[in-house]
């Protein structure tokens, strides 16, 4: 006993001493458990062309429908878009995509018209879109004070280190500081119906509604609580380099203005991919069916947003929603792929299994 | 004298000081002085101070230190260091990826956990030393003048201690005085080496005498010995009294650190070695810590990862540097600028990027892959301890894992490197034939009675099996556990080798001595040496009565007498009587130490002391001796003491010869002798030492008592004697013998015995002078012994020689002389008292020689069988000599019957090299070139797996012979001599390509370092994975140097359990330690490693393909809390439990189909291209699962992080269900750990993201989980993606199960079927092993060959395959039915006993026909052998045969003339057993001995 638990201790540095005696005789056998013994009940599956073929045939069979069921959907949804960016010079807005500036005194104003060809029912979303504009760059998503943004007084006066170097202008605190801020989207875009008797209908557009409910209510807040005067809030700070009005301006409704105007949180919630669209207004069903019928429409954009700077796109997008979000025949076609492929390795299985497997599975072995 | 002084330390100081001053110059010394002299001047004048005192701290770390001291250690590993260095440069703003303190939270997390481990482990030794420190002991206390209790802590070098009965030494003392009237002290030294018999200890010689209570008061002397080492087996010094006198000091003298009192009421010493400088500290080096080879393969792929990782960053880096170009001057309102507001260029961005992208792909190497390992492995040394099949219940020990990180090598093991004592064989000598004077005995019911035990042996176990349990402790109350644990183990340990009751019987009597099982004690005396015996006594008591000079006693009858009492006394047996345990039988008769002075022999020896010597005086001179001595107040006081001793000398002497000749009646009737002595017990500290006294006893020559200064002796009719024994000079391995010197009481003779091992005591025989018959006699005596010497090595027998010398008194007084220097020299003792021994066993006269069995250990062959099916090459390493060890490796199944023997035996370098090269001749001419010959292609065929193996195994780039090898049927059996000249730098390479081609190599008569040497020269040229086993010290230094030590705790002490990694009861054990657990641990973490790079690649790449995106500019779609915790949490858990309890295939299949441990050995679970596989695979995935949720997401208006999380989302998954496919065995743990992972993930995100709308900048991800959770887009892709990125995967294992299964594969369907079907089919494959000696090996091959070529074979017909037409009938016709649909591989074919049976099969029925040839008997044998003897001027050439080379050539030995003259190697072909290669293992046998034989007359 004293040799054997001195070497099992041994590695102390140890001389072990059997103290006092009594009841150090009990056995060192090891108990009989099936978890020490290692005979825990288990399943152990066999991966052979026999046991998984069912697996590829169940697989193939649900995703197939499936599949079905998502390109139909998508396919359902309606979406309409058009680019403004004004690259071509026969396009309106190429006049206005010459200015490279981000404050020309002069707002640039051109109109595009188009046809839609279809109606348009229920709820339409009219976003705008960007390509080749990388928000997800690693400094420009960085370069936001989340605490400013949430309405905090200090962080107001004197943004986060993050915001360097859109954290301050003329030592004066930017609110909202951060480039993210700095090159907010502010093309102004405009709907109007030509109705086939010739006037120009405005199709009114809501901007609320737009954002996240949790960004509009818990993360963006405007500091001073509820005090209804920003521009007092404001005090003392100023606007980031690139805008043309002060935050408090964005809006003259006060529960969308400040920090909380929605095309503002909308603007803040980076996009993943270099192309991507932001929500920028609804058009409420408006009983009157359908809410985009068929006919001629007329875009006006006031064009201030420079893109041609880094070879990037504008677009305005039209879409209607299902269930699944915009339209996006990929995952229905994702689906019907992966589900055929399924099937016909299912197939090559079994192939397989009638080939090869016979003299492999149980059944053989037990002969 | 001390007391005079009054106040020692005030006059001694000045003198001690300058003592010390001189000794710290040699600073080779340490001095000791007695504490006692300095207790007023405590601190500065004591000249111990500077020693350590005898608190111990093992632990690493105080609460100060702890923090810096950890920290600093576990930077000294190399990932640590990197991912403190990545976390740094987090810090650094331009290169950031991560919030600075988020990214130092994995390395801190590993670390803490690290350091919590180590804190743990730290405490725990702390506690454990506290509760050491705080032991209690006896100190001597000046102030009180007497012993008080003190705390071990408090013992100071130089202090006196008391020491009673069973209590533990707490320092390294020196023994003063015990209780004991021998002046003994017996410890017993479990705690140091595991032997668990008692060992004496002398009080120092000064001390000896003085037969007063010792008074430390009156102790004066200065103590000088070495510097404190870690050698338990030598302590040198002296003591220098205050007379100045001298005396050595031995290890005898010592008392050990750790050791018990036994047997001695009290004793006192004087501490010289304490605390940290104790011998049992200093042994005390710790877990050693190895490298595995998966381990080293894994290093390998952790670096390709940094090498993937910097070519990741470096592409990212690059493509940042042109995305930011194409943009120009005009910069982009997305390119923000760098804090400072500066612009940087795209080069500068680049190289910014670049260190960022080592910071956000950082994963990709596994920082937690090294901590799970760890956790990994204890795990699988937890299971591994609690298995109960390698639990041992006779000796209540289970498997000890000494070293935790090397489970896995377990499973890759190549090279096995065996002992054979002990290891393969039981270490259980039993005595079993003796020759004395030339004449055999032959023992023949001992013989029987041994063949009794084994069948009773085989009977018990299957009662064991069948009854369960056994009850299995005797309740010996006990005042001390640990003693009551150690007889039990003896107990247990009889009961494997006698029957049950007997065991019973066996247990009661003898539960306090080790070595004596009954198998090993009831030796059946051979009646004719009975007889002998017993006239040749009674004749010695005839002329002792009629005092004639016992040199008239017939002088075979003389040998006869002489070799009993040498094996009687030629030893260290230690007596005790079992009543009282332990306590010696008190056979005293004097006081007398051994010859120490030349005064002292010449005092002794003068021949007037001699002649009144003879005359009886009085037998109550002892008493008055020590009545007289009592009064003696210390020896060294006393000024007549030198007087005092001669005197008592004479006294004592004259004692002795009265007691020789003391009329105790002899009696005959064995049955009342056998009353008194049955009751002795005999400790040795060998089972042969115990053998041969037990043997000896059979004769009615029994030791009875045994002091340090005389042997005592009950001889038939003579009664008791008592020899004085002068001299012991112990056994060691460069001697090989041990050697007594005693004085002869009936002749009065100086008598050298001498038992040793016969190679070296042959040599040490006094050539016999041919001229008158006395000396023909000798020569022919000689001759014989050697003849029946080579015969029990043939029967695999221990041999030992038994000589004598007889010296006269000059002889030994010019001797001793030269020997009492050596003695008491302190530098060179060693060397010098070797040389004395040398001096001392010359021109000895030949008694006899002895044959001891050593039994193989249960399960032997079968295990070896098994092993060797598994693909392992065994090599057996032995100090014994040839022809045992080759014996034992017939027996034990190592060499085959059917396989020839390559035997090497050379004389120098160049006849060695010589041979080399022959043997590599023979072998291609036999093996390579020769295909077409059908038995050679049976053999390859027979040995595909090991083709397999061997060929698979990488060819060592240095070695000479690049061409592929197989493993033939052939034995390599080479001895030691022949092995230091092939171990030579320039025949290695020759060596290893001879020895690698053959099955089993054997060397015999090697030394440790040679085994080492070995196993080194093996592991480094050949590439391979070894395993040493062994059980002995002579084992340890190969056990160190093979990349697995195991070692064996059995009989022969604790050395080779404490260098090795693992430690196991039983050496069949090692089959399920390998096969099962080693296959396990393998596979289990080969799995998981592979799993961890593919987890971290995949989830790395996800990022990576994201960099196409967002202009290579780092960003990271995955939330960085995700990101960190990734690895560290969610995913963590599933891994580990798949990596602790997955069971590839289940243990029994496992050790029943030994061939799916190649799967370990060709390291098939982790090839390097699997890791490139996985990194594919994972690419792939990631790819999947990136462009999936890209597509869906594709122009949306989907922010970065809520895009980021079905990402994370998905790959967890997928990963997860990767692990799914890759798990073999679903347990609950499995299905739990992965639940719980996924809930893990969402519990966490959920709450992650509803805990603070703005604290987690930059991702802010606000209540994104709760929103995708309503999404259903985000459950299509959950349900999608995963499926396509493990469809290729999936279907991959589907194929490869049906098309083209692994082994293992195969086994675990294997496993599936119900148990029945499994059972008929495994017992197709199964090798049935018979009993030891009927060799029938069935080999059953993995690969192929097919059905198709078996029955080709069979149309081929062998010699013999009509007869066995038999039991093969049933097995050709499952064959046949199979045939049809054997059109590919598969399970049958894996299996394909079917052929090779038959294959084999034919042997085994020939061996009928074979046997029946005239075997000739023994005494046949040796008569030719005597012819070839004296025709000792044989011509060498007449043995030369030129008989070409014949492929079937059964037996080939190599061998050259010794003297070297002619280097031509000769192939004799013994004509019998040619054509057929069959054999038979008696005419291996005898066919060796003639070559024995050969060999000797040449």
């Not at chain 2, 699988?380 to 090598?409: G, K, P, W």
């Not at chain 2, 302190?826 to 040389?835: A, K, S, V």
């Not at chain 2, 029943?1152 to 994972?1178: R, T």
Request: one cysteine or more.
């Amino acid at each position: 006993m004293m040799a054997t638990s001195y070497s099992a201790k041994d590695e102390d540095g140890q001389i072990t001493v059997s103290g006092g005696g009594g009841g150090s005789l009990r056995s060192r056998k090891p108990e009989n458990t099936a978890f020490k013994q290692q005979r825990l009940p288990a399943w152990q599956p066999i991966l052979t062309a026999g046991t998984v073929l069912p697996a590829f045939f169940i697989i193939g069979l649900i995703f197939i429908p499936i599949g079905i069921g998502l390109y139909v959907t998508s396919n359902n949804i309606k979406e309409f878009e058009i680019d403004y960016t004004g690259v071509d010079t026969s396009s309106p807005c190429f006049n206005c995509s010459q200015s490279f500036s981000w404050n020309s005194s002069r707002p640039c104003t051109c109109t595009i018209p188009f046809y839609l060809e279809q109606p348009y029912e229920g709820n339409v979303y009219m976003y705008y879109g960007l390509s080749n504009f990388y928000q997800n760059h690693r400094r420009y998503v960085k370069s936001r004070d989340d605490s400013q943004l949430h309405g905090d007084m200090d962080s107001l006066l004197e943004p986060s280190k993050e915001c360097e170097p859109y954290a301050k202008h003329d030592n004066k605190p930017i609110a909202p500081c951060g480039a993210i801020a700095n090159s907010m989207f502010n093309d102004t875009l405009e709907l109007f119906f030509n109705d086939p008797n010739g006037t120009k209908v405005q199709i009114p557009l809501a901007n609320t509604g737009i954002a996240w409910f949790t960004d509009k209510y818990v993360k963006f807040k405007n500091p001073g609580g509820d005090n209804a005067n920003l521009t007092a809030v404001f005090q003392g700070t100023t606007k980031p380099v690139n805008w043309r009005k002060p935050v408090y301006e964005l809006d003259k409704n006060t529960s969308n203005n400040g920090f909380i105007n929605e095309d503002f949180i909308v603007w803040m919630r980076t996009a993943a991919l270099p192309t991507f669209r932001k929500l920028y207004r609804t058009i409420k069903d408006s009983k009157m069916v359908p809410t985009l019928p068929r006919g001629n429409y007329t875009l006006e954009v006031v064009y201030n947003y420079p893109v041609r700077s880094f070879e990037g796109r504008k677009r305005m997008i039209l879409s209607t929603i299902s269930w699944m979000g915009g339209k996006n025949p990929f995952l229905g076609i994702a689906y019907l792929t992966v589900g055929s492929v399924c099937f016909f390795l299912g197939v090559v299985l079994l192939v397989v299994h009638h080939k090869c497997g016979n003299r492999n599975n149980s059944a053989d072995i037990s002969n | 004298m001390a007391r005079d002084t009054g106040d020692p330390g005030m006059d001694k100081t000045p003198k001690v000081k300058r003592q010390r001053r001189k000794k710290t110059k040699e600073n080779k010394t340490r001095t000791v002085h007695a504490n006692i002299l300095y207790d007023h001047a405590k601190g500065e004048e004591n000249p111990n101070r500077h020693y350590a005192n005898n608190k111990i701290k093992t632990t690493k770390y105080t609460v100060l230190s702890f923090l810096p001291k950890n920290l600093f250690e576990q930077f000294h590993r190399f990932a640590n260091v990197y991912f403190v260095f990545i976390a740094l440069l987090n810090f650094v703003p331009v290169v950031n990826a991560f919030q600075p303190e988020l990214a130092l939270a994995p390395v801190v997390f590993i670390l803490s956990v690290t350091a919590i481990k180590d804190l743990w482990e730290d405490y725990r030794r702390h506690r454990s030393d506290k509760e050491i420190n705080h032991m209690d002991c006896l100190v001597f206390s000046r102030a009180e003048r007497r012993y008080v209790e003190k705390y071990w802590k408090e013992v100071r070098v130089g202090d006196f201690i008391r020491l009673r009965c069973n209590e533990i030494l707490p320092a390294d003392v020196l023994l003063l005085s015990t209780s004991d009237p021998d002046r003994l002290c017996h410890i017993e030294t479990a705690t140091l080496d595991g032997e668990t018999n008692l060992k004496q200890r002398q009080v120092v010689r000064s001390f000896f005498d003085l037969d007063c209570d010792f008074d430390p008061l009156k102790y004066s002397s200065i103590i000088e010995c070495e510097k404190p080492n870690n050698d338990l087996n030598r302590f040198r010094g002296y003591i220098i009294h205050r007379s100045g006198r001298r005396d050595a000091l031995y290890k005898e003298n010592l008392l050990l650190r750790g050791c018990t009192i036994r047997n001695t009421e009290e004793a006192v010493g004087i501490v010289i070695y304490a605390g940290h400088e104790t011998k049992a500290m200093l042994n005390n080096n710790g877990p050693r810590y190895k490298r595995s080879k998966l381990e080293r393969q894994m290093n390998v792929d952790v670096f390709w990862c940094v090498i993937i990782l910097l070519v990741m960053c470096l592409f990212a880096a690059v493509g940042h540097g042109l995305w930011m170009f194409q943009y120009g001057d005009k910069r982009p309102v997305f390119d923000v600028l760098s804090p400072e507001g500066t612009d940087l260029s795209p080069i500068m961005s680049a190289i910014y990027l670049f260190l960022t992208m080592i910071i956000v792909f950082q994963v990709l190497i596994p920082i937690s892959l090294f901590v799970s390992i760890e956790i990994v492995k204890i795990c699988q040394v937890y299971f591994i301890h609690q298995d109960m099949e390698l639990y041992d219940e006779e000796t209540d020990s289970h498997l000890q894992c000494r070293a935790l990180n090397i489970t896995e090598d377990l499973g890759q093991m190549q090279y096995i490197f065996s002992d054979k004592t002990g290891t393969l064989t039981e270490n259980k000598m039993v005595f079993r034939r003796c020759t004395v004077a030339g004449v055999e005995y032959s023992h023949d019911a001992n013989a029987r009675r041994l063949a009794m035990y084994q069948e009773m042996d085989s009977e018990e176990e299957e009662c064991t099996s069948h009854g369960g349990t056994l009850p299995r402790r005797d309740s010996v109350a006990s005042h001390q556990s640990a003693k009551v644990v150690l007889r039990s183990q003896s107990t247990k340990s009889h009961r494997r080798t006698g029957s049950r009751a007997e065991a019973k019987r066996a247990s009661i009597l003898s539960k306090h001595t080790a070595f004596s099982s009954p198998m090993e004690k009831d030796i059946t005396p051979d009646p004719q040496l009975l007889d002998k015996v017993n006239e040749c006594s009674s004749q010695m008591e005839f002329m002792r009565f009629h005092s004639q000079p016992a040199s008239h006693l017939p002088s075979d009858l003389a040998d006869i007498i002489d070799f009993f009492i040498a094996l009687t006394i030629c030893n260290t047996v230690v007596v005790s009587s079992p009543n009282q345990p332990r306590q010696k039988v008190r056979m005293r008769f004097e006081l007398k130490s051994p010859v120490k002075t030349i005064e002292d022999f010449i005092k002794r020896f003068t021949p007037s002391r001699l002649t009144s010597g003879s005359n009886s005086s009085s037998s109550s001179s002892l008493i008055t001796n020590r009545s007289s001595n009592k009064g003696c107040a210390s020896m060294l006081s006393s000024p007549s003491a030198e007087s005092t001793l001669t005197k008592l000398d004479e006294e004592k002497h004259s004692g002795s010869l009265q007691h020789a000749f003391s009329p105790m009646p002899p009696c005959y009737d064995g049955k009342a002798w056998n009353v008194e002595e049955g009751e002795l017990r005999y400790e040795a500290e060998s089972p042969d030492e115990a053998a041969l006294v037990y043997a000896a006893r059979a004769y009615k020559c029994s030791l009875v008592g045994r002091l340090p200064d005389q042997v005592t002796v009950e001889l038939p009719h003579l009664g008791k004697l008592s020899f004085e024994l002068l001299h012991t000079l112990g056994f060691d391995s460069t001697r090989k013998r041990m050697s007594v010197v005693v004085r002869h009481p009936l002749t009065d003779q100086i008598t050298v015995y001498t038992k040793g091992a016969d190679s070296v005591i042959m040599d040490l025989i006094k050539p016999p002078d041919t001229g008158n018959s006395k000396g023909k006699r000798q020569k022919k005596i000689v001759s014989r012994t050697q003849n029946y010497l080579n015969l029990y090595a043939a029967d695999g027998l221990r041999t030992l020689c038994i000589a004598k010398k007889i010296m006269s008194k000059e002889q030994y007084a010019c001797w001793l002389q030269r020997h009492l220097e050596a003695e008491t020299a302190i530098q060179g003792r060693e060397e010098l008292l070797f040389d004395s021994a040398l001096r001392l066993e010359t021109n000895l006269h030949l008694l006899g020689a002895t044959g001891i069995e050593d039994r193989l250990q249960d399960g032997v062959p079968e295990t070896i069988a098994s092993l060797r099916q598994a693909g392992l090459q065994i090599w057996v390493l032995t100090g014994d000599k040839q022809e045992t060890a080759v014996n034992i490796a017939y027996a034990c199944k190592l060499l085959d019957p059917e396989e020839e023997i390559l035997t090497l035996n050379a004389d120098s370098q160049e006849a060695c090299a010589l041979l080399l090269e022959e043997s590599l001749h023979y072998i291609q001419a036999k093996f390579l070139c020769s295909s077409s010959d059908q038995s050679t292609k049976a053999f390859h065929n027979n040995f595909v797996p090991f083709d397999i193996y061997s060929s698979s195994s990488p060819s060592s780039s240095s070695s000479s012979h690049t061409a592929p090898f197989t493993v033939h049927r052939l034995g390599l059996v080479i001895d030691g001599r022949t092995l230091a000249y092939a171990l030579d730098k320039s025949l290695e390479d020759k060596f290893l390509a001879v020895a690698r081609s053959c099955r089993s190599v054997l060397c015999c008569r090697s030394t440790p370092l040679q085994k080492s040497m070995v196993v080194k020269l093996v592991r480094n040229k050949l590439k391979v994975m070894t395993l040493a086993i062994g059980d002995g010290a002579n084992d340890v230094s190969m056990i160190q140097v093979a990349d697995v030590g195991v070692g064996i705790s059995g009989q022969e002490g604790m050395q080779a359990v404490m260098a090795s990694d693992f430690a196991l009861p039983r050496f069949r054990y090692l089959q399920k330690l390998l096969l099962v657990h080693g296959h396990w641990c393998y596979s289990r973490l080969a799995n998981m490693i592979l799993y961890f790079f593919y987890k971290n690649a995949m989830f790395v790449a996800l990022i990576f393909w994201y960099q196409f995106y967002c202009g290579f500019s780092g960003s990271a779609m995955i939330d960085q809390w995700y990101l960190i915790f990734f690895n560290l949490m969610f995913s963590a858990f599933p891994q580990l439990v798949t990596g602790t309890l997955d069971k590839d295939v289940s243990a029994e299949t496992l050790q029943q189909l030994p061939q799916l441990y190649v799967n370990g050995q060709n390291s098939e679970e982790y090839k390097p291209y699997m890791f490139w596989m996985n990194m594919i695979d994972a690419f792939y995935q990631s790819l999947i699962c990136f462009f999936i949720p890209y597509f869906a997401y594709a122009d949306s208006d989907v922010d970065l992080f809520t895009w980021g999380t079905p990402i994370t989302t998905l790959a967890l998954f997928t990963i997860l269900v990767h692990l799914g496919i890759e798990t073999k065995t679903w347990t609950w743990m499995n299905w739990l750990c992965i639940s719980f992972s996924i809930a893990l993930f969402f519990t966490v995100a959920l709450c992650y993201n509803a805990s603070c709308p703005t604290c987690y900048t930059p991702s802010n991800p606000y209540w994104t989980m709760q929103r995708l959770l309503k999404d259903p887009l985000f459950y299509l892709l959950c349900i999608i993606t995963p499926i396509a990125a493990l469809l290729p995967r999936y279907f991959y294992r589907a194929c490869q199960g049906t098309l083209f299964p692994s082994p293992v594969q195969v086994g675990r369907q294997l496993d599936k079927l119900p148990a029945e079907t499994r059972r008929n089919i495994l017992s197709l494959s199964r090798v049935k092993v018979g009993s030891p000696l009927s060799p029938k090996p069935l080999f059953l091959s993995l690969g192929t060959p097919s059905t198709t070529d078996c029955s080709k074979k069979d149309q081929r017909g062998f010699p013999s395959s009509k007869t066995t037409q038999g039991p093969v009938l049933q097995t050709e016709q499952q064959g046949q039915r199979r045939g049809p649909t054997d059109s590919e591989r598969g399970l049958s074919d894996l299996y394909t006993l079917v052929p090779t049976e038959i294959d084999t099969l034919p042997y085994t029925k020939d061996a009928p026909q074979l046997s029946e040839e005239p075997q000739p008997p023994p005494t046949k044998d040796s008569e030719c052998l005597e012819n070839s003897l004296e025709a000792s001027d044989l011509s060498l050439s007449s043995w030369i045969t030129s008989t070409p080379l014949l492929p079937q050539t059964d037996s080939i030995h190599l061998n050259l003339p010794p003297d070297g003259g002619s280097h031509c190697v000769r192939y004799t072909r013994d004509l019998e057993e040619k054509l057929k290669s069959a054999a038979q293992r008696s005419e291996q046998e005898t066919e060796q001995e003639k070559e024995q034989s050969l060999h000797i007359s040449l």
